[in-house]
């Protein structure tokens, strides 16, 4: 969408301070560990952009309160597997060969949305070490949530979304459904019958970069938004808006129990 319809859909300018007021009203209360999926493009015309957004984020959550985003690089994979775009199969054994090492520091997102690219690089931002589905965090546990990411199973129990499970977070759907809800994937790997496959990217083994492969679970967003659906119609969440975008606010715990409890029956 141009600029200019954004500005024409917007009644006044979505500012920090009136963000901050609609995050309280959801439900966001300070001390919260909050995992944001966000679409910057749904609130309006957003004084400040992404920076005023994840600034409102900051202060509703406080100085007590963590901030997380997924920060998740679909690059650093198997260019097999590429389909948006694929690239000419001529060119595979040139990427494994030649794409650069995943770095926490530097590697960018990719589909994750200007909200949670700009986090990635604010002051304070910690991200965990894996090489596709890495999360950033900020705040009191953001040590905590990003350490030691394991390769696989990257969304287990010991990745940042279990241990935003056992901190009790709750998840933030700012302008986006559940079909980006990540929290989900933990529920897949709790399913006795969850398929895997072989994944690879390019990483730093022992300080030198390498083309790795591995084995995680086939994980599958694509029934997310049915799994949200009747969460929502069963257990029931808080709906509000920040800005213009229609927003969503659950215990990240109730949520995963859902998800798990409806793959062992559907």
């Known amino acids: 969408m141009k600029e200019q319809e954004i500005i024409n859909q917007t009644k006044a300018p979505i500012t920090v301070s009136s963000m901050i007021r609609e995050m309280k009203e959801l439900g966001i209360q300070k001390g919260d560990t909050l995992l944001v999926h966000a679409s910057l493009s749904s609130m309006g015309w957003v004084c400040g952009g992404a920076q005023a957004v994840v600034q409102a984020l900051l202060r509703s959550v406080g100085d007590e309160g963590t901030l997380v985003m997924p920060a998740q690089s679909g690059d650093w994979s198997d260019p097999a597997e590429w389909g948006n775009p694929p690239v000419p199969q001529e060119w595979w054994d040139t990427i494994y060969n030649e794409m650069p090492a995943f770095d926490a520091a530097i590697t960018p997102t990719r589909g994750m949305g200007h909200i949670a690219e700009l986090f990635r690089s604010f002051p304070g931002t910690k991200r965990s070490q894996h090489p596709q589905v890495s999360f950033c965090a ?121 998800a798990s409890h409806y793959l062992k029956q559907d």
């Not at 022992?206 to 069963?234: K, M």
Request: a negative charge; charged letters at 25%.
């Open 138 to 258: 900020n705040g009191k546990y953001a040590d905590a949530v990003v350490a030691q990411h394991p390769l696989t199973p990257q969304f287990g129990e010991d990745s940042p979304l279990g241990k935003l499970y056992e901190l009790g977070a709750k998840v933030l759907l700012l302008g986006v459904g559940f079909d980006s809800c990540t929290s989900f994937h933990l529920a897949e790997t709790r399913w006795a019958h969850m398929p895997t496959k072989r994944m690879g990217t390019a990483m730093y083994v022992d300080g030198e970069r390498s083309w790795e492969w591995f084995t995680d679970f086939a994980y599958d967003s694509g029934h997310f938004a049915e799994i949200g659906e009747r969460f929502e119609s069963e257990r029931g969440l808080k709906r509000g808006r920040i800005g213009n975008a229609t927003c969503a606010l659950f215990a990240m715990r109730d949520a995963v129990d859902f």
